[in-house]
Antibody
Framework: QLLLQESGPGLVKPSETLSLTCSISRGAMTSYHWNWIRQAPGKGLEWIGHIYYSGSTDYNPSLKSRVTMSIDISGNKFFLNLTSVTSADTAMYYC???????????WGQGAQVIVSS | EIVLTQSPGTLSLSSGERATLSCRAS???????LAWIQQKPGHPPRLLIH???NRARGVPDRFSGSGSGTDFALTISRLEPEDFAVYYC?????????FGQGTKLEI
């Protein structure tokens, strides 16, 4: 069973950069898209973007100017950087595997990030 | 961007009853790339249905998805206590992917 685990600082200061890692175990990264999705407290799900195993990316236009995703196939990890954060970026951040038509079939447990000084 | 509107916002039912949740898209969902996702409090989301009508691995057959184009539905034939949760639809056929605002299924 594929496992995904998010990691990173739980507290980020306003205007700084949020950096998260998603570590993959018990499976390969090739041939899939790897997604970041977030959920503000008490709110719904928001798609941040995804990265293909080849490194090509697609971001939500609402965040595109501040988002960068990267991937390390040999290390079985992918990454999220979100710059110039504000309190509106406080959320649970999930990573998820997307298997084409099969959708987002594996999710991590989530990483809580609070933006506060 | 495709906007997904779910109804109702909250659905109050009892165990054993049938639940029908709706998801309407502002534009046609490409190739029926429509998923239904369940989330329980304090837990990550879980994929239930992909491709509008296909159950994900391990999902009980009381869950079924239907619809195409712009109108989709999730039906739970006989509610079990563990089914009370929030349900989201998601389209993943056109970028940016988008989610509905969720339907809370409560006792």
């Amino acid at each position: 069973q594929l496992l995904l685990q998010e990691s990173g600082p739980g507290l980020v200061k306003p205007s700084e950069t949020l950096s998260l890692t998603c570590s993959i175990s018990r499976g390969a990264m090739t041939s899939y898209h790897w997604n970041w999705i977030r959920q503000a407290p008490g709110k719904g799900l928001e798609w941040i973007g995804h990265i293909y195993y080849s490194g090509s990316t697609d971001y939500n236009p609402s965040l595109k100017s501040r988002v960068t995703m990267s991937i390390d196939i040999s290390g079985n990890k992918f990454f999220l950087n979100l710059t110039s954060v504000t309190s509106a970026d406080t959320a649970m951040y999930y990573c998820a595997r997307e298997d084409g038509w099969y959708g987002a079939d594996y999710w991590g447990q989530g990483a809580q990030v609070i933006v506060s000084s | 961007e495709i906007v997904l509107t779910q109804s109702p916002g909250t659905l109050s039912l009892s165990s054993g009853e049938r639940a029908t949740l709706s998801c309407r898209a502002s534009q046609r969902v490409s190739s029926d790339y429509l998923a239904w996702i369940q989330q329980k409090p304090g837990h990550p989301p879980r994929l239930l249905i992909h491709g509008a009508s296909n159950r994900a691995r391990g999902v009980p057959d009381r869950f079924s998805g239907s619809g195409s184009g712009t109108d989709f539905a999730l039906t739970i034939s006989r509610l079990e206590p563990e089914d009370f949760a929030v349900y989201y639809c998601q389209q993943y056929g056109s970028s940016p992917y988008s989610f509905g605002q969720g339907t809370k299924l409560e006792i």
